[in-house]
Nanobody
Framework: QVQLVESGGGLVQAGGSLRLSCAASGRTFSDYTVGWFRQAPGLERAFVAAIAWTGGTVSADAVKCRFTISKDNAKNTLSLQMNSLKPEDTAVYYC????????????????WGQGTQVTVSS
């Protein structure tokens, strides 16, 4: 079992930056593929970025060059640095984990945090 707790969301103006963090407990973080998803009102949960247990990273086209995912295995933390934020980035952001390969389909992920709200004003 893995427990995940996100923090760092908030309200920011367009063009600004936020850094989300996810603290994990329960199992060794390095054994899991970990990532971020987001869900805007009325829309399905969407993939943002992930780090495979091998260390490779992948990001959605919508956030490439603006968002950077990173993790610290020693501290069991996952981060998402979000720059050049746009109003369309407004959503609840979720930290997630799974064993094995990365999938963009949220239904293939096993463990979830409670989410943190990010609101970008125009």
């Amino acid at each position: 079992q893995v427990q995940l707790v996100e923090s760092g969301g908030g309200l920011v103006q367009a063009g600004g930056s936020l850094r989300l963090s996810c603290a994990a407990s329960g199992r060794t973080f390095s054994d899991y593929t970990v990532g971020w998803f987001r869900q805007a009102p009325g829309l399905e949960r969407a993939f943002v970025a992930a780090i495979a247990w091998t260390g490779g990273t992948v990001s959605a086209d919508a956030v490439k060059c603006r968002f950077t995912i990173s993790k610290d295995n020693a501290k069991n933390t996952l981060s998402l640095q979000m720059n050049s934020l746009k109003p369309e980035d407004t959503a609840v952001y979720y930290c997630a984990a799974r064993r094995g390969l990365y999938y963009s389909d949220y239904r293939r992920w096993d463990y979830w945090g409670q989410g943190t709200q990010v609101t970008v004003s125009s």
